[in-house]
C-alpha cells in the first residue's frame, strides 16, 4: 500500500472513530412555581392580672411584655390584622401592640374584637423574622365587677396597605 493510500485510510479511519467517540447529550425541562407563602405564629402565654387601683380613681391597667411572633412573606403590600375569638366582658378592654418587621408600620396599640379584625401592621413586603415583640394590656373599670376568663387572639397575614 502505498503511503499516499494510508494516508487517506488513516484520514478515513479518523473520521469515522471521531463520529463514534462524540458525547451523546440530552436534554430535560425543568419546571418551578414559587407560590405565596403568608405565615405567621405567635410565642408566649401572656396572662393580664388587675388587682389595685389608687383610691379614687378606675383600676391600674394590667401590661404583658413578654410574647413574640414570627412572620415568613415572600409577597408584597402584606398587613396583619388581629382580633379576638369572643368580645370581653362589658367595662373590660384588651388591647394589643405588634412591633412591625423591617421596612413595616405598627399601628400601635389597637382595642381587641371579636366582630371587627384591626389592622396592627401594614406594609410589608418579603420578611422572615422571629422575636417581633407583641404587647398586650388590659383596662377595667370599676362597673366591670369581677370578672375572669381568656380569650384566644387570632393574627392573621393578608393583602393589605
Given at each position: ?8 485510510a ?14 451523546q ?7 418551578f412555581?414559587v ?11 401572656p396572662?393580664l392580672?388587675?388587682n ?12 404583658s ?26 367595662d ?10 423591617g421596612?413595616?408600620?405598627s399601628a400601635g396599640?389597637?382595642?381587641l ?5 384591626q389592622?396592627?401592621?401594614t ?6 423574622e422571629?422575636?417581633?415583640f407583641?404587647h398586650?394590656?388590659l ?15 387570632l ?7
Amino acid at each position: 500500500m502505498s503511503r499516499y493510500s494510508m494516508f487517506i485510510a488513516g484520514g478515513a479511519l479518523s473520521l469515522a472513530v471521531s463520529g463514534v467517540l462524540q458525547a451523546q447529550t440530552g436534554t430535560q425541562t425543568v419546571a418551578f412555581d414559587v407560590q405565596a407563602i403568608n405565615k405567621i405564629a405567635a410565642t408566649g402565654s401572656p396572662s393580664l392580672t388587675i388587682n389595685t387601683a389608687v383610691a379614687g380613681a378606675q383600676p391600674t391597667q394590667a401590661t404583658s411584655n413578654g410574647n413574640s411572633y414570627a412572620i415568613t412573606t415572600n409577597d408584597t403590600g402584606r398587613k396583619i390584622t388581629i382580633e379576638i375569638d369572643v368580645d370581653m366582658p362589658t367595662d373590660v378592654t384588651l388591647r394589643a401592640s405588634l412591633a412591625p418587621p423591617g421596612g413595616a408600620t405598627s399601628a400601635g396599640f389597637v382595642t381587641l374584637s371579636h366582630t371587627t379584625p384591626q389592622n396592627a401592621v401594614t406594609g410589608i413586603s418579603q420578611r422572615a423574622e422571629t422575636g417581633l415583640f407583641i404587647h398586650y394590656t388590659l383596662d377595667a373599670l370599676v362597673t366591670a365587677g369581677i370578672v375572669s376568663g381568656s380569650r384566644t387572639v387570632l393574627l392573621t397575614v393578608l393583602a393589605g396597605p
